[in-house]
């Protein structure tokens, strides 16, 4: 953290922030969702800290993961497409409903904001889920880009969606932040070239935190927005 504050580099412009697990506690959606899906075959239902586990790399992964419950790699392959397509119709039925804010979301984005910093988000999420997500939680306004896991060729952990938005910002990675929950973001941001920062209340795979790469863990959007301001006071 100390290092982030004190690098030399160019101030940071822009933060590229994470949906789920970084602004929206998402867990009990996801928990609905995939047990009404988990219904309409015959499953019992799984707890909210197993879901927990499996949230980050997309719902293709979500679903496999879910079905490796059940089957073998066969079985699961067998089943994806009517799995994945109940689980798109309930999903999209409750999305949000269930969901909350965390704490600082909305101020930390405030701050950023009067900064003048650029903001976007890229989510592992449907696009189709993000944008009305996003729009419910009085969210879409702040980002001027929204890219979701399906939005372009390939998603975190891969660089590709950070580098699309540094390219649509016209800023070096080096001027640019991203902010999220889970190993998926830092591991972006190393690739692209961004600083990263954590925080600690998200999904990151059943791991903590502490054991993911960063230039700093923050307990909230505000902090970060804190964070950035320092930083760019101490560059030139
Ligand atoms: O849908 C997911 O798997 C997680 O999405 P996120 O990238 O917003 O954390
Ligand atoms: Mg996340």
Redo the contacts with the bound molecule.
């Keep these: 953290m100390t290092n982030f504050i004190q690098s030399i580099h160019a101030p940071i412009r822009a933060a590229i922030i994470?949906?789920?697990?970084?602004m929206l506690d998402t867990l009990p959606d996801f928990h609905v969702a995939i047990n009404a899906m988990r219904g309409q075959f015959g499953y019992a239902p799984i707890a909210h800290e197993q879901i927990a586990l499996m949230?980050?790399?997309?719902?293709e992964n979500?679903i496999r993961a879910v079905l490796a419950l059940e089957h073998d790699a066969t079985g699961v392959e067998q089943r994806f497409d009517e799995a994945m397509a109940l689980y798109q119709r309930h999903y999209l039925a409750i999305n949000g409903d269930h969901s909350l804010l965390y704490d600082g979301v909305l101020d930390g984005l405030d701050a950023m904001k009067a900064d003048g910093l650029r903001l976007a988000c890229v989510?592992?999420?449907p696009i189709a889920f993000a944008t009305p997500l996003l729009a419910q939680k009085g969210l879409a306004e702040y980002f001027e880009i929204v890219y979701g896991?399906d939005s372009l060729p390939r998603k975190?952990p891969d660089p590709m969606p950070l580098l699309q938005v540094c390219a649509d910002f016209d800023l070096a990675p080096s001027q640019v932040v991203a902010i999220g929950?889970?190993s998926?973001d830092a591991e972006a941001a190393r690739r692209a070239g961004c600083f990263v920062l954590t925080v600690p209340y998200g999904y990151n795979h059943g791991q903590a935190i502490h054991e993911t790469d960063s230039d700093g863990i923050v307990t909230s959007l505000v902090e970060a927005a804190t964070l950035i301001r320092s930083h760019n006071h101490n560059t030139y």
């Design positions: 994470d949906l789920d697990g970084t949230i980050g790399k997309g719902s979500l989510t592992n999420k896991g975190k929950d889970s998926n």
